[in-house]
């Protein structure tokens, strides 16, 4: 059976009127990459930073590694690896100097952190950048020294916050792939974002917090499990009617259609031939019909249709 | 250590181009000051002018006067011409040329002296002005002679006897029981002030700002070094650094003593100390506002030239107007400056009164550091 390494009981944190965090529970495993989901201000930030005892609560306990976390709890943060979202470094020093200074607060036998800092500059692929000035380097390839420097004491449990906020595509995948590889070393991964796309690529459990609480919690596919829509169709297609849009409604396991004119969108919840079906309803009534797609949910759907609301905004 | 070797190693490349500047300039000025002040504190020169004659009366008395002035002047020979008179002058070749007019001697024994000379001149500049009021003692002391009954060949002579009479020149040195403390090294002591308050309000705060900044904080608070020992170690860091400053800049003003500081210079020594703990916790209360390096920048020149200019530091006490005294004595320089003012000034030296002031620049060091907690604990109560 897998260790719990985080215990969050009933944590409530207010500011002033402001219930940040709502009675939150959340338990991690061993092993896990647990994924916090959530717009802005759903709450995210602050349930790390009480996690971190950065900030004081209201309510609740925290356990991490089977101990109660307090500020004075050195010897589990020192097992903690925190990857902020703003990349901290000191820009008069160099990439090698900035990992060698942060590994230095956990480590401080010289040796064992030269080759800690080693290890973490060739996990990051900053062998090249190793005497550059934070400066001179890329918005991706900074991003890349912020991991570094929060993992190089090679933690048992590493906080991620957003981490690949205004990262282009290619850095994101690159980091992305970094996290899985550290859970795959053996690290217990914590990661929040509003991304869910990445959330979905990457974690293994998955909370979902809007306003201070946690509404749902599980594996991405039990969370999928959770909404009534199965699978969304999408056809473009002009000309029908009410007649053909009625019909199609009305198929199995159909259950709500919108047609704009232009783009017609069923929505289904259970059934394996829905696509074929609908399809069918076109061909009898000879139409013809372009570009036809099926979408399974996304955490998006679920997080719509739990609080009635998109998870973010259209970018 | 390792934050303590970091605060120097972010110190050294991020801020070592304003500690080298401000510091060559300052050393720069010093030698300048030092090497200049020394030959003209000492030294008294008379202003020989060069004066053209012409002489239409010819007389014994009228050539004896040219004898007398030439002895401390240079006589210079023109052609009476006019347009090479005026060349002259302008070209400022002599800078007066004076006519005894024919009649002087006869004039002068009957007292009648409103129109003895003709002086032309093109600039009235001082030595200038100095041969009018030669000439007009010159004539008052061969009137006063004859009035006494002389005749004019002795009312010359002795006239110009009793002028030949030279004042002799003496430096009042105010440390006469004291050969340790010399005007040079002290005003190197009162500069020192100023560039103390700039170099340290310039790093001092900005590396502070930056290893508290918040996300640097966070990382900090949230590794396994104790958040006391953290501020433990840069506080560490600044007081070396302090230290360091203040070190350096009592080595170079070892030059300026010949040699190890003795006697009253222990006071001035203390005194620079205290003024650069005095400086550090200006730039400590600085950094608890999250300002950025331009805002640092302006703000160091706003204090170390405001503070220097107001507390005598560039212009002596003595000379600023009593309102401006009054305020400054809200000012740790103005303290800074006091000390040194008496241990120049020997013959008034307090070592009791020194004591006092020295308490008092103690006294904003720790109003400053006060501030600093509070200011902190209201800022970690609201953040």
């Known amino acids: ?207 979902i917090m809007d306003k201070g609480k946690k509404i749902a919690e599980g594996t991405k596919e039990e969370l999928k499990r959770m909404i009534k829509n199965t699978e969304t169709i999408n056809i473009e297609v002009l000309g029908l009617d009410e007649k053909i849009t009625g019909e199609i409604s009305s198929l199995p396991h159909v259950y709500n259609s919108e047609y704009d004119g232009s783009k017609l969108t069923v929505y289904c919840s259970g059934g394996k031939h829905n696509l074929i079906r609908v399809l069918d309803v076109l061909q009898k009534n000879d139409i013809a019909f372009g570009r036809v797609y099926s979408e399974l949910p996304t955490l998006n759907d679920v997080f719509l249709e739990i609080t009635g609301k998109a998870l973010r905004d259209k970018e | 250590m390792q934050v303590f070797k970091v605060f120097f190693k972010v110190l050294w490349k991020g801020h070592k181009v304003p500690i080298i500047i401000y510091t060559v300039i300052f050393l720069v000025l010093a030698f300048m000051f030092a090497y200049m002040g020394s030959d003209g504190e000492k030294m008294f020169e008379q202003t020989e002018l060069n004066i053209c004659f012409f002489d239409e009366d010819n007389s014994a008395e009228s050539r004896s006067l040219i004898d007398f002035i030439g002895e401390n002047n240079n006589v210079v020979s023109l052609e009476n011409d006019n347009d090479v008179i005026i060349d002259a002058l302008y070209y400022k070749r002599v800078d007066c040329v004076l006519t005894i007019k024919k009649g002087y001697s006869e004039n002068l024994a009957s007292g009648n002296t409103d129109k003895l000379f003709e002086m032309r001149k093109m600039h009235s500049g001082y030595s200038e002005i100095l041969m009018d009021i030669f000439l007009e003692k010159y004539i008052s002391a061969v009137s006063a002679y004859i009035s006494a009954g002389e005749n004019l060949s002795d009312a010359v002579k002795n006239t110009e006897t009793a002028l030949s009479e030279k004042a002799e020149i ?168 006091k000390v040194n003012d008496i241990i120049l000034n020997g013959s008034a030296f307090d070592a009791s009164e020194i004591i006092s002031y020295l308490f008092i620049e103690c006294g904003f060091a720790g109003v400053f550091i006060l501030l600093t907690i509070l200011l902190r604990k209201y800022k970690y109560k609201f953040s």
């Open chain 2, 170 to 337: 003496n430096f009042a040195d105010f440390n006469e029981n004291d050969s340790s403390v010399n005007y040079t090294v002290m005003i190197y002591f009162r500069y020192l002030s100023y560039i103390l308050l700039a170099v340290l309000i310039n790093t001092l705060s900005d590396i502070i700002i930056e290893m508290n900044k918040k996300d640097m904080r966070f990382r900090t608070d949230c590794s396994g070094i104790r958040s006391s020992e953290y501020t433990f170690l840069i506080f560490a860091g600044s007081i070396v650094f302090v230290l360091l400053i203040w070190f350096v800049f009592m080595l170079v003003g070892m030059y300026f003593t010949d040699g190890i500081y003795s006697g009253k210079m222990w006071f001035a020594v203390l005194n620079s100390l205290i003024f650069a703990v005095v400086s550090a916790a200006i730039a400590i209360f600085i950094s608890c506002f999250s300002i950025g390096g331009n805002v640092i920048t302006f703000m160091t020149q706003i204090i170390s030239l405001g503070m220097s200019f107001l507390c005598g530091v560039f212009v002596d006490q003595s000379l600023l107007s009593e309102g401006v005294l009054n305020a400054s004595r809200f000012l740790p320089a103005y303290w800074y400056v």
């Open chain 1, 1 to 207: 059976m897998e260790n719990t390494i985080i215990k969050i009981s009933n944590l409530v944190k207010r500011y002033g009127d402001l219930v940040a965090l709502d009675h939150l529970d959340i338990e991690i495993k061993e092993g896990d990459i647990f994924g916090l989901l959530g717009p802005n201000g759903s709450g995210k930030t602050t349930t790390i930073n009480c996690l971190l005892s950065l900030l004081t609560f209201d309510k609740g306990s925290i356990e991490i590694f089977g101990k109660e976390m307090t500020p004075e709890s050195y010897d589990i943060k020192k097992q903690i690896g925190v990857i902020m979202q703003n990349v901290a470094v000191f820009e008069e020093l160099s990439v090698y100097e900035n990992i060698d200074y942060f590994c230095g607060l956990y480590i401080r036998d010289k040796a064992e952190r030269k080759r800690l800092v080693e290890e973490a500059v060739a996990f990051t692929g900053l062998e090249d950048f190793k005497k550059f000035s934070p400066k001179k380097l890329s918005g991706g390839l900074l991003r890349r020294l912020n991991i570094a420097c929060g993992i190089a004491h090679k933690p048992k449990l590493i906080i991620l916050d957003e981490p690949t906020v205004a990262v282009d595509p290619q850095s994101r995948n690159k980091i992305l792939e970094g996290i899985e590889e550290l859970n795959r070393n053996g690290a217990t991964i914590i990661y929040t974002s509003h991304y869910m796309e990445e959330v979905e690529q990457i974690c293994t459990r998955i909370a």
